[in-house]
């Protein structure tokens, strides 16, 4: 739907997960055998001297991997969780005891980042291929919680490596025939750090733990991850309540998604209908990217919508989309719709960026002439925004022009 970008960014919305409890958690992440040969290692170690990178001595490093039946190329691994779970400290002098783990949580956390942060140095699972697309894997797992199949898997980082690193035709050759086997290396590695498990035969799933990391890095990253309890209560917010929390940014776009679950298509699209067409630009906006979400069962209720002066074109376009009979839209309407798209800014209640109007891409200079004449509230006000703050100047002197002629008019 035209105009209905308010919540439209870079930033990915993943479904909400259910988290199990913290103590049940922490239970898990002691039993994870990354973690208890990290321990062990640590207990081994004890207080000695260490090498000039603060690793074990080739000899010590040796003797615990035969003391602790440990495998030799984990045990690099082994000593940074050690060493960054505060297991281990290392001092001038050598290593010794550390103070321990008193948060169990954070300190998973950051086991799970110094596993992913070994695909940035010499390697994590031994394959180039899967180290640069591990975080993609794991947030697609996020996104499929009963399970992939690791065929699956491997179709998907090939597609992913062909697309993203234009991998030439006998990279990808050699891949197809190589990736099962490496892959299915990464995955028991995985598991042995606690992230992932079987979901049966050839199928693979993040574990209750591995759920709560990837949930964190996530939300690291700026992403929209939501828990289950985080969204429920919004779930019974009325439409007009879903939209303020939208725009106050109270809310994501999985709770507006949960919201939808919960109602009938065509009563949720009436509520939303109804806001829009008495709210300001960008309570419009919120609500036109909501129903974008629904399907034509919706139609009824958007049909009538052709009746409201300030939704009509919106409604029109949904409905074209959608291949429904619908008015046609001409250019006025998509000044007026480009009017009411910029007019979002200026209800949000923070000052418009740069970056914020360039919404309409390059469409924008030629619409602005025409903008002043769009039979719409806030024409005036988004010719003034666009003539002070827009980067470009041409843009920004059209729109000054444009304004002069609107308050002559």
């Known amino acids: 739907m035209p105009g209905s970008a308010i919540l439209d960014s870079d930033v990915l919305t993943f479904p909400p997960v259910e988290l199990a409890l913290d103590d049940e958690l922490a239970a898990q992440v002691r039993a994870v055998p990354l973690v208890r040969d990290a321990a062990r290692l640590a207990a081994w170690t004890g207080t000695r001297p260490v090498a000039d990178d603060h690793v074990l001595r080739p000899d010590d490093a040796a003797r615990a991997v035969h003391d602790l039946g440990l495998r030799a190329d984990r045990l690099r691994l082994l000593w940074i969780v050690a060493v960054n779970g505060r297991l281990v400290e290392i001092t001038p002098e050598g290593a010794r005891p550390g103070p321990g783990v008193r948060d169990t949580m954070e300190f998973w956390d950051g086991v799970v980042m110094d596993v992913l942060d070994r695909t940035d140095e010499q390697g994590l699972t031994g394959s180039a291929v899967v180290d640069e697309h591990l975080t993609e894997i794991l947030a697609t797992m996020y996104s499929v919680r009963e399970g ?32 099962p086997d ?41 992403h929209d991850a939501p828990s289950l309890s985080e969204i429920e209560g919004l779930a019974l917010l009325t439409a007009g309540e879903l939209i303020d929390a939208l725009i106050a940014g109270k809310a994501s776009a999985s709770a507006a998604s949960l919201w939808l679950e919960r109602r009938a298509p065509e009563e949720a699209a009436r509520d939303l209908i109804k806001i829009a067409a008495t709210g300001n630009a960008a309570q419009r906006g919120t609500a036109g990217t909501i129903l974008e979400e629904l399907g034509p069962e919706a139609a009824p209720a958007v049909r009538e919508a052709l009746d409201e002066p300030l939704m009509w074109r919106y409604a029109a376009a949904w409905l074209g989309v959608r291949d429904f009979d619908a008015p046609a839209l001409g250019e006025a309407d998509g000044a007026w719709v480009a009017v009411d798209t910029l007019a979002a800014l200026l209800y949000l209640g923070a000052p418009a960026k740069g970056g914020d109007l360039d919404v309409l891409g390059d469409d924008l200079l030629s619409l ?29 002197k059209a729109a000054r022009k444009a304004a002069m002629k609107t308050r002559s008019r």
């Open 148 to 179: 992939m199949a690791l065929p699956l898997l491997t179709t998907g980082i090939l597609q992913a490596h062909e697309v993203g690193c234009e991998a030439g035709l006998q990279e990808l050759r050699r891949l197809r025939l190589a990736l």
């Open 182 to 222: 490496e892959l299915a290396a990464a995955m028991e590695l995985l598991a042995y750090c606690g992230l992932i498990e079987s979901a049966g035969a050839d199928s693979v799933r993040l574990t209750p733990i591995g759920v709560w990391a990837v949930r964190r890095d996530l939300l690291r990253e700026g």
């Open 368 to 396: 602005v002439p025409v903008m002043g004449a769009a039979d719409h509230p806030d024409a005036l006000a988004v010719l003034e925004l666009l003539g002070k703050n827009h980067p470009d100047v041409v843009v920004a």
